[in-house]
């Protein structure tokens, strides 16, 4: 049996669930965050025992996540450029990694991007200053109604964000805004994500819907995904992956909206794919509850999490692996509602090792901290049997 053929990798990141402040932490003003050990003091101590068994509390000291006798791999993953977005933490983890960071607005655009988007757009626009996604709506819908101008915003990150209600815009005419201003922002002003918001529901009781959709920049460099492709094996996108690869790398896409959507794609790929790559996103930690400081919310997504992951790890083969990990932070200790720049955990198994706890024996893990290209290199290696020189990162499984 050719062991490359039959091989799978499952990577799913969970959206901003940071370890700990990464050493430059201060310079992003995140010195001390620690996104999942405040939740778990927040809510009196975590209950994941399946991130648990595979080691979340080898990582790093976490209340109500006991230390595992016998975890599978796991450690922190640090990034090795800048920034603290989904694109950035996403690309590294997959090879890409940033010179420079990209363009940032804590003041709003400047008057001559505005002009520009306007034109290109054909929208005027409103708000146009850092702003929280769900107040944005809240303080700036009914002037939007009233008037048909977008709600532009942004954040501590390089994103350019435009939400328009969905019986005053038709979701199709805001993707065919944000595909104009994404041509708009490049150059000194190319940011990471132009991002689409439509919204519903009626005034003091607005919505945003599932139709969110991120238009990014490409990345700068060739990445891991890239190599698979080359290498003959398939890359499967799951949420919003494909999108922060503007498509690069990504054989196919399948919807992850929330994270019970893509949970229910994954589990679908697994059961029809006998090769290659599923790389999923979780979006719901980060956007749904994150940014809202919603601990309860948070620490409900992720024993969701955890209870599907054990019946996920019960139906891998002898030829899997699945790797959890994360982008960034989003600290809901620290004052504002922006990502934190942090470390990642790093959980990995393979079917065989799953197999073999499961029969009483022994995962058999070990401690590997690294950087976030660890997660790209570690998978091609896997699947193809490979190595890119030209790209960071080092295998974590011989």
């Not at 050493?23 to 101590?45: F, I, S």
Request: with cysteine.
């Amino acid at each position: 049996m050719d062991s490359m053929r039959d091989r799978r990798a499952i990577v799913l990141v969970i959206d901003a669930c940071g370890v700990g402040a990464l050493p430059d932490a201060e310079r992003y003003g995140d010195a001390g965050t620690n996104t999942l050990a405040h939740l778990a003091e927040a809510v009196g101590g975590l209950e994941l025992p399946t991130l648990g068994t595979l080691g979340l509390g080898s990582i790093l000291p976490l209340r109500g996540v006991a230390p595992a006798e016998d975890p599978a791999i796991h450690g922190r993953l640090h990034a090795l450029g800048p920034g603290k977005d989904s694109i950035s933490g996403h690309w590294e983890l997959m090879g890409v990694v940033l010179a420079h960071p990209l363009p940032t607005y804590p003041d709003g655009f400047p008057p001559q991007v505005i002009a520009g988007l306007v034109e290109a757009m054909g929208h005027e626009v409103i708000c146009d200053r850092p702003y929280n996604g769900i107040a944005a709506i809240e303080d700036f819908g009914s002037e939007h109604l009233r008037t048909g101008a977008l709600i532009l915003y942004t954040s501590q990150d390089s994103v350019l964000q435009l939400a328009a209600h969905v019986e005053r815009m038709s979701p199709a005419e805001l993707y065919r805004a944000c595909a104009a201003a994404r041509a708009v922002m490049t150059g000194e002003h190319a940011v990471g994500r132009v991002i689409a918001r439509p919204f519903t529901g009626a005034e003091g009781a607005f919505e945003r819907t599932a139709g969110r959709r991120d238009f990014a920049l490409r990345p700068p460099a060739r990445s891991y995904l890239q190599e698979l492709q080359d290498a003959g094996v398939e890359v499967h996108g799951v949420g919003k992956i494909c999108d922060l690869f503007a498509g690069v790398g990504v054989s196919r896409s399948h919807p992850g909206a929330s994270n019970a959507q893509a949970l229910a794609s994954v589990d679908g790929l697994l059961e029809a794919l006998d090769r290659g790559l599923v790389f999923a996103n979780l979006i719901e930690t980060d956007q749904t509850y994150g940014h809202r400081k919603d601990v309860q919310g948070f620490a409900r997504a992720l024993r969701e999490i955890d209870s599907h992951l054990a019946l996920m790890l019960a139906r891998l083969r002898e030829g899997d692996l699945l790797v959890v990990t994360a982008d960034h932070g989003v600290d809901l200790a620290h004052p504002g509602t922006d990502h934190t720049r942090e470390h990642a955990p790093l959980l990995a198994v393979t079917g065989a090792m799953a197999r073999s706890r499961a029969r009483g024996g022994r995962l058999g893990g070990h401690r590997h901290d690294g950087p976030l290209a660890d997660v790209g290199a570690t998978v091609l290696r896997w699947l193809a049997g490979t190595e890119a020189q030209a790209l960071p990162g080092a295998t974590f499984i011989s």
